[in-house]
């Protein structure tokens, strides 16, 4: 029994269902011999000149014969079509189109196994045939516009006859059956096909795994995983492993299922964006193959509420942040029941900061308004699992597996210890470093780093974690120093091609640091690289073109790049000493599955460290706990005023009960003994209260006849939570726009460009005061007075500039925050990162985050003012600013940015060579891809057509379900008699 049919069948069974519920909206569906013989009339003697009726094979239309009494079946607009179809002028037009069809539904019903291949190449054919068919009233060949076919059809809806009494519902059901039991003969016929040996999903989902992933076979726990009582009825489940363990695939398998399978919507959420790119990209090429939409929700990508999609199921892909604002327009459209699986990565992220508040407000409404989902947790750092387990209500599985065997040693002076866990002091003596310096390399070199690496490079991989971005760089350019020289000569021409990939990127420029290090096979990588730096230094680090990367602690947590050794700088982060959890991140990048059989991680730490070291090898992980209550209980406050806009949550009652269900809930008990958890949740309406979020509505009476009191969001409240706007700013949002549209200078885009600028990143930047007042001036006429407007006048510079005393009150939050404008504003105009990052003396970094970070509030500013119709005259504004922003390229190359992970460095690659649109991309030959443009792998330009391919067929179907919804006959249509269209 082949996979399609398996479907064909349950859309049958569904469609039947269906019917019986709403007998008057559905449309008859004819499956296998019993099609062929409705669509060939002549041949079973039925009347030629009956009504026909559309039936639908998997994704092509044809017509049907059918009777004059089930006219009421079909939408008036297709009912003027079918009378077009009909008429005498069209019988001769037809016989070509008849014939095309006979050709196939032969084909089809022929060769079962292939219908989707068959039906995707010839629907293409019957489409054309139809359209080259249609004709003008006149009888002329010239083809008729999509304007004037919708034109015809609503004429066609105001004179169609009022339909008469339909046929009794036990007849419809009796012809279903029979469809069905002809789907069920074709099904039995070809029933040696495979209909799902891997894990109850095609074996084709496991040849494209090995495809593209090189995995043949599923690892001993991942098997016992998948098959687990718990997963397999749907209980939601916690399961934690070292890194490296192989976590992922099994949640990607899960997804299959729900999509495949149980023919649900699925939610994967990842912690940053460019995870979330690089797993779009990954699942691409699967939903291509399996007819499943591929949405990416990071940075301003995404759409609220998502598209509904009616043939097909959708996997969204989505950081923290995004996931929350998909879940709450999921909530607000009524469509929550339609996630059947929520997958969250780095589950410990719970416990950090304002982002853990972010995840647990959406796993805690999903939780009460989905009692259907399913949710998969994982994470290689847990320790508090039963809290975790009780607020998800989940099981939990662990398994201690490692595909690569890891070592831990502790580098302390020029003794390496060994940590033994056994052991009461922890560490084993190992070796003293054989490596003798001279007394002018120990002080270069106290901690004998150039040792350690030249250990395992070149011919290794290694990993140098330290405590700063410009720790990073020195490391880098300390060990290129004194390495020998003859690490140039290899794969010299590839690090030659890496450079001059590095300058391509900076439109000519490139890093001094970076220049020198790379043909020595280094780099450092950092949160200061753009983003196609960083993307190029780790595929060249991934082909083995680099053999050590110095880096931050953030490279632990984001993309997957082992090593053979990872040596840790310090114990500490910035002057933070490493958590536990940090720490397992770090030496969890040792060790590659398939490659090494070992891996090593040495934490090189001072005398004065050891104890600390101690506690931080013994002791446990750190607890996961909620952070609702985090930065003065903001967490709470977003999260009940959500709840009461969504209308999730209106009274005290229903509140308590909600509260109850989350984390914080349940860890209440720890977090609050001097009050109640109740009178928490009270202080922060009354919060919500005095800011004029919420308000009490009138006391009602429930049906015991008690009264009761209500709570609404206010207009602000109600357009704070619908762009997601941070609490602490909403009222200084407020004000800008209101006072944006006393004097909104409309002559150029700084002044809007510093409305959208964003609040929490102020703090990031101090100005540089002689630079701001350069800037200034280098301004036109029209550009300087919005400093006057926002209120940074020109005599606050000068005096800054010159350091003189400033008398004038001026808000030191506005003059740091327009000084950003300043910088976006640069970026706006010039589109080049290095110029403005040499003008303002920034990193190149810096001013990517910050020009994303713009963009995703100008989106959360958009959906702000549309609640509010005082900033009606914003909506427009802010819809073309927040384009300009998320791409700030030339226009001819934001289409080849909307694939997913493709850069403006790849997109300016792929322009050059002649790819100059989506359908140029997505109808590429990889293989050709991979011969024309430098520096890309044969896995990257396969996810990058696959992505382009996923990114057409949404645009294109969202326009057809357009234009079907346009000539949709409206449920609710009021009756038409011949009388009042004669009236007309």
């Not at 939409?293 to 097909?312: D, L």
């Not at 039963?386 to 201690?400: C, T, V």
Request: proline share 3%; net charge neutral.
């Amino acid at each position: 029994m082949t996979y399609q049919n398996l479907n064909l069948l349950n859309y049958l069974q569904n469609d039947k269902n269906n019917m019986r519920k709403h007998p008057a909206k559905n449309v008859p569906f004819a499956t296998g011999e019993a099609v062929k013989d409705s669509l060939i009339g002549q041949k079973s003697g039925q009347n030629s000149n009956a009504a026909s009726e559309q039936i639908c094979i998997e994704g092509f239309s044809v017509m049907h014969p059918r009777s004059p009494d089930e006219t009421d079946e079909l939408p008036s607009s297709q009912l003027a079509l079918s009378d077009q179809f009909n008429s005498p002028l069209r019988k001769y037009e037809t016989k070509e189109l008849q014939s095309e069809t006979n050709r196939v539904l032969n084909c089809c019903l022929t060769d079962p196994p292939d219908v989707p291949s068959v039906l995707e190449n010839e629907t293409l054919n019957l489409n054309i045939v139809q359209n080259q068919s249609r004709t003008t009233n006149s009888g002329t060949s010239r083809r008729m516009s999509l304007k004037d076919q919708m034109k015809n059809a609503m004429a066609g809806n105001a004179m169609a006859p009022t339909s008469k009494a339909s046929r009794s519902k036990k007849m419809k059901e009796i012809a279903l059956s029979e469809e069905i039991n002809v789907a069920m003969k074709t099904i039995e016929a070809t029933s040696g096909a495979d209909i799902g040996p891997f894990y109850g999903l095609p074996s084709k989902v496991k040849d494209l795994i090995f495809q593209f992933k090189g995995i043949k076979e599923l690892y001993e726990w991942q098997h016992t995983c998948l098959t687990l009582e718990s997963v397999q009825s749907r209980k939601n489940l916690i399961y934690s492993l070292p890194t490296s363990g192989g976590k992922t695939l099994v949640a990607e398998i899960l997804i299959m299922q729900e999509l495949l399978c149980r023919k649900n919507d699925a939610l994967f959420i990842l912690p940053y964006v460019a995870i979330v790119q690089e797993k779009v990209r990954g699942l691409s090429a699967f939903g291509i193959e399996f007819n499943f939409s591929v949405e990416e929700y990071a940075g301003s990508k995404g759409k609220f509420p998502p598209i509904k999609r009616r043939q097909k199921k959708s996997l969204y892909i989505a950081t923290i942040e995004k996931a929350h604002s998909l879940v709450n327009a999921l909530i607000e459209t009524e469509r929550i029941t339609s996630l059947g699986l929520i997958v969250v990565d780095e589950l410990h992220m719970l416990g950090e900061g304002s982002r853990g508040a972010v995840l647990e407000m959406t796993l805690s409404k999903i939780l009460y308004t989905n009692k259907t989902s399913q949710i998969i947790g994982m994470s290689a750092t847990l320790n508090n699992v039963s809290d975790l387990q009780h607020f998800l209500k989940a099981e939990h599985f662990a398994s201690n597996f490692r595909p690569v065997q890891l070592k831990e040693y502790v580098k302390i002076c020029d003794k390496i210890y060994e940590v033994d866990n056994k052991s009461e002091d922890y560490f084993t003596f190992s070796r003293i470093l054989s490596y003798k310096y001279s007394s002018n390399m120990e002080k270069i070199d106290p901690d004998h780093l150039i040792a350690l690496v030249t250990e395992v490079i070149p011919n290794y991989s290694c990993l140098v974690f330290c405590p700063t971005k410009k720790n990073c760089e020195n490391v880098s350019k300390m060990l290129c120093k004194y390495l020998n020289k003859s690490f140039i000569t290899i794969k010299e021409k590839e690090k030659c091609a890496v450079i001059q990939e590095l300058k391509n990127i900076g439109n000519g420029m490139i890093c001094p640091i970076l220049r020198n290090t790379v043909p020595y096979g280094l780099a450092y990588h950092h949160s200061g690289l753009t983003n196609d730096e960083r993307k190029l230094i780790e595929d060249a680090y991934t082909a083995g073109i680099l053999c050590l990367l110095a880096c931050t602690s953030t490279l632990a947590a984001g993309v997957n790049l082992p090593a053979r050794r990872v040596i840790l700088r310090s114990p500490y982060v910035a002057r933070d000493f490493l958590k536990r959890s940090q720490y397992k991140q770090m030496i969890g990048r040792a060790g590659r599955a398939g490659m090494d059989k070992e891996g090593e991680s040495i934490l090189i730490a001072q005398e004065n460290d050891k104890k600390l070291v101690s506690n931080l090898i013994s002791k446990p992980l750190e607890g996961c706990y909620s952070n609702l209550i985090y930065d003065n209980e903001k967490g709470i406050k977003d999260l009940l005023l959500s709840l009461i806009g969504l209308k999730v949550t209106q009274t005290l009652h229903q509140i308590v009960g909600f509260m109850a269900g989350t984390l914080l809930g349940v860890q209440q008990q720890q977090f609050f003994k001097e009050k109640s958890f109740l009178e928490v949740i009270e202080q922060a309406l009354e919060s919500l209260m005095e800011k004029g979020l919420i308000k009490d509505k009138i006391s009602s009476c429930n049906n015991e006849g008690k009264m009761y009191h209500k709570l609404e969001v206010t207009k602000l409240g109600h357009a704070t939570f619908k762009g997601s706007i941070d609490l602490a700013y909403c009222d200084s949002l407020n004000m800008d726009l209101k006072k944006g549209l006393e004097g909104l200078v409309l002559g150029n885009y700084l002044h809007l460009i510093y409305l959208i600028t964003p609040y929490d990143i102020v703090s990031q930047c101090i100005p540089d005061w002689m630079i701001y007042f350069r800037q200034f001036h280098q301004l036109d006429a029209v550009e300087q007075k919005v400093f006057a407007t926002v209120g940074v006048p020109e005599s606050f510079l000068t005096k800054k500039a010159s350091c003189q005393t400033v008398k004038k009150t001026v808000d030191d939050f506005v003059a740091a925050r327009f000084y950003l404008s300043l910088v976006l504003y640069s970026l706006f105009k010039e589109m080049n990162t290095w110029a403005v990052a040499q003008k303002f003396n920034m990193s190149r970094g810096f001013l990517q985050n910050l020009l994303n970070s713009a963009a995703t509030f100008s989106s959360s500013v958009q959906h702000f003012c549309e609640e509010l119709e005082e900033f009606w005259a914003y909506h427009a504004l802010f819809k073309d600013l927040t384009h300009k922003l998320s791409y700030c390229v030339k226009p001819e190359l934001v289409p080849l940015m909307e694939v997913s992970g493709v850069q403006e460095a790849r997109a300016r690659q792929l322009y050059n060579a002649g790819y100059k649109s989506l359908t140029y991309l997505a109808n590429a030959n990889p293989e050709v891809l991979v011969k024309t443009i430098e520096h890309m792998s044969k896995r990257q330009a396969n996810q990058i057509v696959s992505s382009a391919k996923m990114l057409l067929n949404e645009k294109a179907e969202a326009l057809q379900e357009e234009v079907e919804e346009l000539l949709r006959l409206p449920i609710d249509l009021p009756l038409q008699t011949e009388s009042t269209v004669t009236a007309r």
